[in-house]
Structures are given as structure tokens and as C-alpha cells.
T-cell receptor
Framework: NAGVTQTPKFRVLKTGQSMTLLCAQD?????MYWYRQDPGMGLRLIHY???????AKGEVPDGYNVSRLKKQNFLLGLESAAPSQTSVYFC??????????FGPGTRLTVT | AQSVAQPEDQVNVAEGNPLTVKCTYS??????LFWYVQYPNRGLQFLLK??????LVKGSYGFEAEFNKSQTSFHLKKPSALVSDSALYFC????????????FGTGTRLKVLA
């Protein structure tokens, strides 16, 4: 039982490049989330999903897109990376217990 | 708008002393409240939650939190701090409007001194 995994762990992008972050969970959770963590700002919700095939915007969705084609996977895409997207990205999943289970994070640097 | 505030960026406490990490909230309706802990270079881990019932909630690693509706607070407490408790602590509230979103505070760094 791996819980929540994230790929990759680290990435460096140049401004304008694109990439996709993959989140996978093996707990059969309905809900999945993408957050970014920045110093002094806590965690901010980017996008979330309440089930396979559904997505919704969070607090800071601009510049990101997501997809949830399979229940266990939640992809976060950056179409044209900007330095302001330098951050640590966390994926989380949850169920009806309201607890969230977090992945180990992806550290992204955009130069 | 729903919000969570953690008024202290850092809390220092001596090992063996009681610790308190503060959290206040602003939500419409009944709040669902949570505490998470983050160790260096790790994801967040769930500590405890308040949904309904007893105002004193017990969680993992000896932590507890007290829900106070009149003061809109949900402070995290531990009777005797350990050096290994040193970490970043986040308070969170679930959006009560049914959107399944969670709002996190900015975090409080706890440093337990030996």
C-alpha cells in the first residue's frame, strides 16, 4: 500500500516550457487535490476533483490545468511555465472521513 | 469568506513543557477543523479533526485540540513537548458549503528545545 505518490520529485523548467505532474493513489479515494506551498503562504488549493472525470477550480487555478481520467490518478499540467510557479506542489486524496492523505511533494523551479 | 488564521509564525518551547499552537477560524455554519503536521521535506500528515461532539479532541502522537465555538478557536496542545515534535503545523477548515474544499492556515513552526 503506497498511499499517495507523486512524480517527479524535482524538476527544473525554463520559462515557457510545459510539464505534467502525476499523482497516484491506491486507497480508492473519491477526492483528490493539488496544492502549492510557498513560504509564508501555507497551502493554497489549485484544483481538485470529487470523482473520476470531474475537476473544479480552487483558490489559485490560473496557469494550471488538470485531468482525472482514472479514479486513481490526478494530473496537473503547466502549459507555459512562469517563474511565479516556482513552488512545492503537493497532491492529496481523501474520502468521507474528511482526512486528507498527502504525497511527498514535487519541488519545481522555473528559471 | 471562510478563513483560518495562525497568529504565530514560530513557537518555541522547552522539552517537557506543555505546548500550544493557536488557530482561529471564520466560517459560516458548523466548522470541520483539522490539524496537520509537516516534517522537513515531507508531505503533511493528519493529526486530528473536529467534526462534532466533544470539544476536546485527541489525536496522534499525544496531541489534542480544544474546539471553542464562542472564541472561534481550535488550539493544538500537548502536555509535554518532545524534541521530535519540532515541525511545521497547519490548521485547516473544510469549506462548509459542500464543495469538498479545504482552507489551510499559513503554518506555525514549532521548535522544541532540549
Amino acid at each position: 500500500n503506497a498511499g499517495v505518490t507523486q512524480t517527479p520529485k524535482f524538476r527544473v523548467l525554463k520559462t515557457g516550457q510545459s510539464m505534467t505532474l502525476l499523482c497516484a493513489q491506491d486507497m480508492n479515494h473519491e477526492y483528490m487535490y493539488w496544492y502549492r506551498q510557498d513560504p509564508g503562504m501555507g497551502l493554497r488549493l489549485i484544483h481538485y476533483s470529487v470523482g473520476e472525470g470531474t475537476t473544479a477550480k480552487g483558490e489559485v487555478p490560473d496557469g494550471y490545468n488538470v485531468s482525472r481520467l482514472k479514479k486513481q490518478n490526478f494530473l496537473l499540467g503547466l502549459e507555459s511555465a512562469a517563474p511565479s510557479q516556482t513552488s512545492v506542489y503537493f497532491c492529496a486524496s481523501g474520502d468521507y472521513s474528511y482526512e486528507q492523505y498527502f504525497g511527498p511533494g514535487t519541488r519545481l523551479t522555473v528559471t | 469568506a471562510q478563513s483560518v488564521a495562525q497568529p504565530e509564525d514560530q513557537v518555541n518551547v522547552a522539552e517537557g513543557n506543555p505546548l500550544t499552537v493557536k488557530c482561529t477560524y471564520s466560517v459560516s455554519g458548523n466548522p470541520y477543523l483539522f490539524w496537520y503536521v509537516q516534517y522537513p521535506n515531507r508531505g503533511l500528515q493528519f493529526l486530528l479533526k473536529y467534526i462534532t461532539g466533544d470539544n476536546l479532541v485527541k489525536g496522534s502522537y499525544g496531541f489534542e485540540a480544544e474546539f471553542n465555538k464562542s472564541q472561534t478557536s481550535f488550539h493544538l496542545k500537548k502536555p509535554s513537548a518532545l524534541v521530535s515534535d519540532s515541525a511545521l503545523y497547519f490548521c485547516a477548515v473544510r469549506d462548509p458549503s459542500g464543495t469538498y474544499k479545504y482552507i489551510f492556515g499559513t503554518g506555525t513552526r514549532l521548535k522544541v528545545l532540549a
